[in-house]
C-alpha cells in the first residue's frame, strides 16, 4: 500500500503536483483507517482469548 504512494509523494515534493498532494493524502486517510481495522481486529481477538 506505501509503495504505491512513494511515486505520488516524489511527485509532490520534487515536482510541486498538487494533484499528486491530494492522492497521497487520500492513501495515508485510507492506511490510517486500515490500521484502525487491524487494532480493533486485534482486540476482539484478545478479548476472546481472555
Do not use: H, P, W
Not at 515534493?13 to 492513501?27: F, I, L, Q, W
Amino acid at each position: 500500500m506505501v509503495a504505491k504512494v512513494e511515486a505520488d509523494a516524489d511527485k509532490f515534493y520534487n515536482s510541486s503536483s498538487s494533484a499528486a498532494g491530494t492522492r497521497v493524502c487520500k492513501a495515508m486517510q485510507d492506511l490510517k483507517v486500515f490500521a484502525g481495522d487491524i487494532r480493533k481486529d486485534l482486540k476482539r481477538k484478545e478479548q476472546q482469548i481472555n
